[in-house]
């Protein structure tokens, strides 16, 4: 009788690894969900008036008499839980990246750490800027324009309550994804994927660009579209003006004299 193989120890010990691996992950996602519902279950009682003041911007410039409609028989219960949910996800971002980090930083250089925290909490400062930006810019310029348009019409713009918050979460995602472009700008340059130059050479195509994507993200008015074209562009400038300040470094290498261990 043959005996059987021995099963080498380094291989016990990836397995116990990456085992251990998925047990902190799951504990990450644990908290993380956890920070997010504590939050909404703090707000929920609230859920009426924080979609009155998500709507705000559309009920300013609704005209006299203007309302909205709710054409969903629950749609007036899940809406303003939708949104509640939202900002309390909004609210509990700090702590869910604060969990994210938690699970790779072991696996990142000391370089790497000094760099990425400041990353993503100018990613989620500039997320939020681009949220206001919308909220307190774009949404009264839109609704003030479509009011007007409607008018010699003759028709009534009663706005369903769901299709507001559609076409809000899209518009509050164009803007704080726009708002990341100094930051996407600065990775690019730091890893050494794009070189600066290169970025400066592409500036007409990038201008062209935005306006291509604010045409197809923003309603069919020409002032909607410079909102978020030209903020686009002015970031991406702002991007190109810090990349400078930048010394390239090649992610999952060490800087001189700095051990893998730290």
Request: contains cysteine; glycine residues 4%; hydrophobic residues 55%.
């Amino acid at each position: 009788m043959s005996d059987s193989p021995s099963q080498d120890p380094n291989d016990e010990s990836q397995q116990e690894t990456f085992i251990s691996h998925l047990i902190e992950l799951r504990e990450r996602l644990v908290k993380a969900v956890a920070g997010v519902i504590i939050v909404f279950l703090s707000l929920i009682y609230w859920a009426p008036q924080i979609f009155n003041l998500f709507s705000a911007p559309l009920m300013e410039s609704l005209p006299k008499g203007g309302r909205m409609i709710v054409t969903d028989v629950t749609g007036s219960f899940f809406v303003p839980m939708k949104v509640t949910m939202l900002v309390a996800f909004l609210i509990a971002l700090p702590w869910v990246l604060y969990q994210v980090w938690q699970f790779v930083a072991p696996g990142l250089y000391q370089h790497e750490k000094k760099l990425i925290m400041p990353l993503v909490s100018s990613s989620y400062l500039l997320f939020l800027c681009g949220v206001a930006f919308a909220y307190f810019l774009v949404f009264p310029t839109v609704f003030h324009f479509m009011a007007h348009y409607n008018a010699p019409l003759g028709a009534d713009m009663s706005t369903d309550i769901d299709k507001y918050l559609s076409f809000a979460m899209t518009t509050f995602l164009a803007f704080g994804i726009t708002f990341e472009v100094p930051v996407v700008v600065i990775v690019l340059v730091r890893f050494g994927v794009v070189e600066l130059e290169k970025l400066k050479q592409i500036r007409p195509y990038v201008i062209v660009g935005a306006f291509i994507v604010a045409a197809v993200v923003t309603p069919p008015d020409v002032m909607s579209q410079l909102l978020l074209a030209v903020p686009l562009i002015a970031l991406y400038e702002l991007g190109l003006l810090l990349a400078r300040f930048v010394t390239k470094q090649p992610l999952g290498t060490p800087a001189p004299g700095e051990n893998p261990a730290d």
